[in-house]
């Protein structure tokens, strides 16, 4: 099955400064990539997505990059503010199972003002 | 739009005992809910698969006869936790597809469950 790794589990920035986490994952018939951000105690919020014919996207300070021949997908986040600051996850899924979510393990981003 | 919450927000219950936890689409019908599981300072794990009007699809390692799925209407789905152990407890998250997305999935709230 599909394997989803996140890196870095720790992120602090100050406040400014960009932010970037990155995923991979292993089953080249993955063709869909959400982010997901989680403030403690609640829900995970989509905040963006990409899907596999699609190199690259961007909403306001958000943007998302797919390397699909390295099995890479990225999260940036610029001028970072202190409510950035919460868990983000990565995600895949496959074409051929697009119900199965697979998530990475997490990244605690920490914006400091 | 594609507001989904569950009930209850948290729950403590004794050893033996079951729970259900329920997982509303509020503003969407949803034919697809997911159940997932998160430890603390840990990623989700899906749980099973809850088809509106036919079985869940349970994935591998989770006892369906434990975790029992029901989703009787296209906005409710019900988890039930039976004969539930210390082990159980853990935050349990639904999420609901609206209808004419094919991939997007949005998340309840979470439900923390305890276990004494």
């Not at chain 1, 989803?4 to 292993?26: F, M, N, R």
């Not at chain 2, 050893?15 to 936890?21: L, R």
């Not at chain 2, 698969?49 to 369906?64: D, L, R």
């Not at chain 2, 004969?83 to 979470?110: K, M, N, W």
Request: aromatic share 10%.
């Amino acid at each position: 099955g599909e394997n989803v790794e996140q890196h870095p589990s720790t992120l602090s920035v100050q406040e400014g400064d960009s932010a970037v986490i990155k995923c991979t994952y292993s089953d080249s018939a993955s063709n869909y990539f959400p982010w997901y951000k989680q403030e403690l105690g609640k829900r995970p919020q989509l905040i963006i997505d990409i899907r596999s014919n699609v190199g690259e996207k961007k909403d306001q300070r958000i943007a998302v990059t797919l390397n699909k021949t390295a099995k890479h997908f990225s999260l940036h986040i610029t001028e970072t503010q202190p409510e950035d600051s919460a868990v983000y996850f990565c995600a895949a899924s496959s074409r051929y199972n697009f119900n199965k979510f697979y998530f990475g393990s997490g990244t605690k981003l920490n914006v400091k003002p | 739009g594609a507001v989904v919450s569950q009930h209850p927000s948290w729950v403590i219950c004794k050893s033996g005992t079951s729970v259900k936890i329920e997982c509303r689409s509020l503003d969407f019908q949803a034919t697809t809910m997911f159940w997932y599981r998160q430890f603390p300072k840990q990623s989700l794990m899906l749980m099973a698969t809850s088809n509106e009007g036919s079985k869940a699809t349970y994935e591998q390692g989770v006892e369906k006869d434990k975790f029992l799925i029901n989703h009787a209407s296209l906005t409710l789905s019900t988890l039930t936790v039976t004969s539930a152990h210390p082990e159980d407890s853990s935050f349990y998250i639904c999420s609901a597809r609206p209808p004419g997305l094919v991939l997007e999935q949005y998340f309840g709230p979470g439900t923390r469950l305890t276990v004494t």
